[in-house]
């Protein structure tokens, strides 16, 4: 059974940093590939960043590219998301998922506050 389960969320001023972490029970996906994505209120869920199996390959959305860094420790099998440069327009509910997504592996999420 997959359990995805973030933690890491909070309150930051501008500029500030948090990191994530999802710490990740089965195997959500076969190539191993996971991502983390966030919904702002009123808005549609968005990738933000991913990341191979391996740890190798990376993807950023434009919107955070140079600031959040994704990464990865199999052997703790726990996914990262590193957020600097903290802006207001980050603030969401950050989920992490298999990458592409599945449905039923929506979790509760981390919420991140970034005040001006």
């Known amino acids: 059974q997959v359990q995805l389960v973030e933690t890491g969320g909070g309150l930051v001023q501008t500029g500030g940093s948090l990191r994530l972490s999802c710490a990740v029970s089965g195997r959500p996906s076969s190539n191993g590939g996971m991502g983390w994505f966030r919904q702002a209120p009123g808005k549609e869920r968005e990738k933000v960043a991913a990341i191979s199996g391996g740890g190798g390959t990376t993807y950023y959305s434009p919107f955070v590219r140079g600031r959040f860094t994704i990464s990865r420790d199999n052997a703790k099998n726990t996914v990262y998301l590193q957020m600097n440069n903290l802006k207001p327009e980050d603030t969401a509910i950050y989920y992490c998922?298999?990458?592409?997504?599945?449905?039923?592996?929506w979790g509760q999420g981390a919420q991140v506050t970034v005040s001006s």
């Open positions: 998922n298999s990458n592409p997504p599945r449905r039923e592996y």
